[in-house]
C-alpha cells in the first residue's frame, strides 16, 4: 500500500495568500462602514446635531480597495509564474494604499472641516470634532494583512518555478518515500555483506 501524495506546498501557499486577501477585503469592508469622525454643529436656530461620519465618506477608496482584493484572491486560483509576482506586486500597492487611508485620520491636524465637507455642513456651524480611531485601526490591520498576502503569494510563485526547474531525477527521488529508500539501502548492504555486487542483476538461468 503506498503512502499519500504529500500536499504541495505551492498550491498551500496559493490557498493561504487568497484567504488572507479574503480576510484584508472584509476588514475593509468593516472599516468602510465603521465611523471615523463624529460631528457636531449648532446653527443658533434649532437644535445641536450630531453627524458621524463612516469610513466610505471619509475615504471613498475603501470599497473598491476591498472588491479589488476580492477579485485578486480569485485571480490567484488562475495565474501562475510571472503574473503571479504581478498580482503580488498590486496586492502590495493595495495594502499600501489602505494603510495610508487608514493613516489620513491621524495625519489631518483638524478632521472637522474634511468631515464638514463630505457632510455639507457649514463649517462656521461645528462645534467640534472628535476622532474615533475604530475604523482607521481596522484599515491599517487590512493593510498588514494584504502586504503578509504579497509576501505569500511571491513565496508561492518562486516555490513553483523552482519545481519547474528540478530535474526528473531529482523529482523521482523525492517521490520515494523514506520507508522505500531505507529498504533499498538495506538489500545493498546485506548483498555486500554476502559477497554480491548489488549493482550486478541476477544471473541469467
Do not use: C
Not at 32 to 60: H, I
Amino acid at each position: 500500500m503506498s503512502d499519500p501524495a504529500p500536499p504541495n506546498p505551492g498550491r498551500r501557499r496559493l490557498l493561504m495568500g487568497a484567504g488572507l486577501l479574503v480576510i484584508a477585503a472584509g476588514a475593509l469592508w468593516v472599516a468602510s462602514k465603521f465611523s471615523w469622525v463624529r460631528l457636531r454643529s449648532f446653527d443658533g436656530l434649532g437644535e445641536p446635531r450630531t453627524l458621524m461620519v463612516s469610513g466610505a465618506d471619509w475615504s471613498a477608496a475603501l470599497v473598491p480597495l476591498a472588491v479589488a482584493l476580492v477579485a485578486a484572491a480569485i485571480a490567484t486560483l488562475a495565474v501562475r509564474g510571472w503574473a503571479l509576482r504581478v498580482l503580488a506586486v498590486l496586492v502590495a500597492i493595495i495594502g499600501a494604499a489602505a494603510g495610508y487611508l487608514g493613516v489620513s485620520l491621524w495625519a489631518v491636524r483638524d478632521v472637522g472641516p474634511r468631515a464638514a465637507e463630505v457632510k455639507n455642513v457649514a463649517v462656521s456651524t461645528l462645534v467640534g470634532a472628535d476622532r474615533l480611531s475604530g475604523g482607521a485601526t481596522t484599515a491599517l490591520l487590512a493593510a498588514v494583512v494584504s502586504v503578509l498576502a504579497a509576501i505569500t503569494l511571491l513565496r508561492a510563485a518562486r516555490g513553483a518555478s523552482a519545481s519547474k526547474y528540478q530535474t526528473p531525477a531529482a523529482r523521482r527521488s523525492e517521490a520515494v518515500s523514506p520507508v522505500d529508500r531505507g529498504q533499498s539501502e538495506r538489500v545493498m548492504w546485506d548483498s555486500l555483506d554476502d559477497g554480491h555486487d548489488p549493482t550486478v542483476g541476477p544471473a541469467q538461468t
